[in-house]
């Protein structure tokens, strides 16, 4: 079924960890975005990419990586994770950059403690 | 830069009773807009967009909205609402022609439906 996979789920992870999370989508999408949803924030874009080896910073890019080395896997990485990085991430792809309509996958809960 | 205002952070409605949720963006120039729904633990799922020409959109599941250019305003409308509808309701604006901004999305909206 085409679509954005991201893992893990969930994840609880002590304070200094590093993690990554993965986003794979099989739509064959230029674009992927990686935003965090908190309550009454809404959502934040962290960090996007417009094609295939290229990355740019979003509104909330501190303490977060992200690499693009092929078409359909977008990883996001917290080389030391604190707690107020507990959040919800949703990845999310567009055809183009230039073309605004997004597809979001189900999500990963991230708790930092 | 862009930026959009849901005014109301709840609502609550009855079944079968209609529904508005109110939607305000701020961009200088023609904006693309579209409405998200999102259900409990779920991500968020595409209601309807607005790109140009007719500014009565249809969406689904029953949903339209209609863009008021005088009024920056792009709000979400349902006739009769069913209990399946309880979500949280996001709008979301992208510059046209896309960026580096991504959408901006408002604070959302969460929808009660009473019995």
């Known amino acids: 079924i085409a679509g954005i996979t991201q893992a893990p789920t969930s994840q609880i992870l002590a304070a200094g960890r590093r993690m990554t999370l993965r986003c794979t989508q099989d739509m064959r999408h230029n674009a992927m975005y990686w935003y965090r949803q908190d309550l009454g924030l809404g959502l934040r874009l962290i960090h996007y990419?417009?094609?295939?080896?290229?990355?740019g910073k979003g509104e909330v890019p501190d303490g977060y990586s992200v690499s693009r080395a092929n078409t359909d896997d977008f990883p996001l990485t917290l080389a030391s994770a604190v707690p107020s990085q507990t959040s919800v991430y949703f990845c999310?792809?567009?055809?183009?950059?230039?073309?605004?309509?997004?597809?979001f996958g189900p999500g990963t809960r991230l708790t930092v403690l | 830069a862009q930026s959009v205002t849901q005014p109301d952070i709840h609502i609550t409605v009855s079944e079968g009773a209609s529904l508005e949720l109110r939607c305000n963006y701020s961009y200088g120039a023609t904006p693309y807009l579209f409405w998200y729904v999102q259900s409990p633990g779920q991500g968020l799922q595409l209601l309807l967009k607005y790109f140009s020409g007719d500014t009565l959109v249809q969406g689904i599941k029953g949903f339209e909205a209609e863009f008021k250019r005088s009024q920056s305003s792009f709000n979400l409308r349902k006739p009769s609402v069913h209990w399946s509808d309880a979500a949280e309701y996001f709008c979301a604006v992208g510059a046209a022609g896309g960026g580096a901004d991504g959408l901006t999305f408002g604070k959302g909206t969460h929808l009660i439906i009473q019995p």
């Open positions: 999310a792809s567009s055809v183009a950059f230039s073309y605004n309509e997004q597809f």
């Open positions: 990419s417009n094609t295939a080896g290229t990355t």
